[in-house]
Every structure is written in C-alpha cells, then in structure tokens.
C-alpha cells in the first residue's frame, strides 16, 4: 500500500533517552484527555518508574491513561508494573503473554514491536526508543543510541488510528469490556507546520510490506546518497539487490551497523554478507562506541525515515512495526548530521577486502549463521524470493 503523506505537521527529532523521555514526560504531565502508549520493552528501572510516575499523575487528574506491552518484549511487566498501574487507574494490557517460552512457533514470533504514544490528539511520539533507561544495556557498553520523532499536525490522526485499532484487537481477543474505547475515529488537528510525513505500519493482514516498500521506492530513486543506520541487518534479496544497484549507477551508498555482538547468531549472519555489499562499492561503517539500536535511514536529503523496523526477518516478516517517513529538507538534514557526528566520534569503516582478511573457518561460521538463519525463516513458513 502507498504511503499516504499528508502536510503540515512539525515535527521534532529526538536523538536516544536524554532527549526523548523529558520530552515525552512533559507531554503526559501536560495531558487533559487521554494518553494512549505501546511498547515493546517497558522495563522497571529508573526511566520505567519514571514514565509510570507521570502516568499516575494523569491518571489521578481524571486523564484516560492506555498502556500496552509486549508479552516477551516486557515479560516481566504484568508482575512488577501492571499492577501498580491498574491500581492507580491506567488501563494496562499485555500483547500476546509469552506463556510458552521455549517453543519455536510461528505466532509467538509475531510480536508488537512498535514504539508509539499519542497524547490527547495533539502530540505524538514515534521511533525505536522503547521504556527503558539508556544505561540499562546488559552486555553491552552504554549508553544505548537511538532516534524518536515528537509529532504535530494532520500525521496525528493514522498514528491515534493504528493505536486504537490494535488495543480493539487485544481487547476482542481478551474479551476485555472494560477498557472499551467509547469515542469516534480520532481526526489530527490542523496544520502545526510545514513539514510533509506519512505514517507506515507493518503487521501480517493489510500491510505487510508497506515499510520494505517505502525503503525501496526511496532506493531505487536516489541520485546522491543512501545513509541507513539499523541495529539489525539482514536484508532480503529485493533490498540487497536495489542498494548495490543504486551503488552501481553512482549513489554514494553508507550503511552504519552495530559493532559489538548482542545476539551472535544473527551478528554472524550480517557479516556474511559484507563481501558482496563491499564488492558492490557500498560503504560499511561498525558502531562500536556504545549499543547501536536505531533504525533510520536518510536518502538525498530530503527523505527521511525514522521508527521500530530494522531491516531483518523479525521486522519485515514477522512483528508489528510502525516508521515515519518524512519528506523534508530540513529535517532529514539534522538526522544526516546527527548520524555522520555518531561515526565519526564512535564508528569504524571496514576496509574493502576485509571479508577475505578473515581465516576460512571464520568465514565459514558466518557462511553457516546465515544458511541457519534462512532455514529458520523457511521453517517457519516466510521463504520466498525477498
């Protein structure tokens, strides 16, 4: 489905935890009807209590507060924080409770991954930033680097949509009446700015490649540069394909990846496939000053995305996502500079033949992650030609 861009909005990049949650925690003290939250990870650390304090004051004054959460994203949220929240009066719901942990299905792999609040139809919050403090980063060296975008203007009204539509999901599947919404379709307020931006979902009924489509279409018309920053890399055919094509005819193609290993199986995987995008002339830089969790691309300058998706089989295939894509000079230029000042204070290029540096069994193993990794997706029934 074509992206809908719509007019008008101002919108407000944040760059990682230091300048998102102030922003966001004003918002809600700031709230007179309702604020409507989902997350992935709702963790009970500092920034948690933090977040849920200032839901609990809203609640207090008479606001309608929504909450829901990933089951395995925040699997320890319906024990430590639902219910101090429902106590206070917020309506707190879990998205598909991880019951069997260990079991390899297809729909506990379907997860809500998406990070998105709306606060009284008149501000917004997207990205990949999910509850929890930067410096809460297990294994992994601090403080975790990510993006978010404040929102305002007519992109309020498919983001409150996308929002309501899924917690009557969760409700009809929970037979939950409680927490029924009781008002009309949310309509966004008019024009807060100048700035053009469409709002994409990806879930496994009407839009399962919106977001890939968005990515590629952008791709394949580029005429400058191609900058994708994504904490987890591993595209399908169409998408590695369309940027070596775009580096063929001249497109200066930099992709900024994690650095440091979080999950090995997938790290591994990645990296087998940096011989043919190095071959290609795409560029290749490793994060390593922190934990690298953005999914952001810029492309000429002008388009712009921000939100959930990474560029792999669990974002693309499998979880609920949700991304802005933003048409406008100014704004894609401050992410460009934000990113380019990450690598240069923190990233490294890999040198063109440094897949062939590595001993043959290295390069085996990672050979083998990759075939493993298509295997998995192939078992659980999302093969194809991508």
Do not use: C
Not at 102 to 119: C, D, E, P, T
Not at 307 to 332: Q, T
Not at 356 to 383: D, F, Q, T
């Amino acid at each position: 489905m074509a992206a809908r861009f719509l007019p008008g909005n101002r919108l407000t990049l944040l760059n990682s935890g230091a300048e998102y949650f102030p922003a966001l925690i004003r918002a809600i003290d700031g709230a007179q009807r309702d604020v409507h939250l989902e997350s992935y990870i709702f963790e009970d650390d500092a920034t948690g209590q933090a977040v849920s304090d200032a839901m609990v004051r809203a609640a207090r004054r008479g606001v309608t507060v929504r909450v829901l959460v990933d089951g395995f994203g925040a699997r320890d949220f319906a024990d430590r924080l639902q219910p101090m929240l429902v106590e206070a009066g917020i309506q707190a719901m879990v998205y598909r409770p991880d019951i069997a942990r260990f079991q390899l299905r297809r729909h506990r792999l379907r997860r809500l991954h998406r990070k998105l609040v709306a606060i009284d139809g008149e501000i917004a919050f997207i990205g990949g930033i999910n509850i929890i403090d930067d410096l809460n980063t297990p294994h992994q060296i601090p403080p975790r680097y990510d993006y978010a975008v404040r929102v305002e203007g007519p992109l309020l009204a498919p983001i409150q949509q996308a929002l309501h539509r899924l917690w009557e999901i969760v409700l009809w599947a929970k037979l939950n009446r409680r927490y029924r919404l009781t008002h009309s379709s949310p309509t966004g307020p008019d024009a807060r700015g100048g700035q053009t931006a469409a709002f994409l979902v990806r879930d496994n009924i009407l839009h399962r490649r919106d977001i890939e489509e968005a990515y590629l279409q952008a791709i394949d018309a580029a005429q400058q540069d191609i900058l994708l920053a994504n904490a987890y890399f591993l595209p399908g055919r169409r998408f590695r394909k369309a940027l070596q094509s775009a580096a063929k005819r001249g497109v200066r193609v930099v992709i900024l990846l994690q650095g440091r290993v979080e999950y090995r199986l997938m790290h591994y995987a990645t990296q087998a496939l940096y011989g043919r995008l190095l071959g290609a002339g795409i560029r290749i830089f490793e994060y390593r000053r922190s934990f690298l969790h953005a999914k952001v691309a810029v492309i000429d300058s002008v388009w712009a995305t921000v939100g959930s998706s990474n560029i792999d089989p669990f974002s693309l295939l499998l979880a609920r996502e949700a991304n802005i894509v933003v048409k406008d000079r100014l704004f894609a230029e401050t992410l460009r500079q934000s990113l380019g000042q990450a690598m240069l204070d923190g990233a490294r290029e890999l040198p063109v033949d440094s897949w062939r540096r590595l001993p043959w069994h290295s390069r085996l193993l990672r050979w083998l992650s990759y075939n493993l990794v298509r295997v998995l997706v192939g078992i659980l029934g999302y093969g194809g030609k991508r």
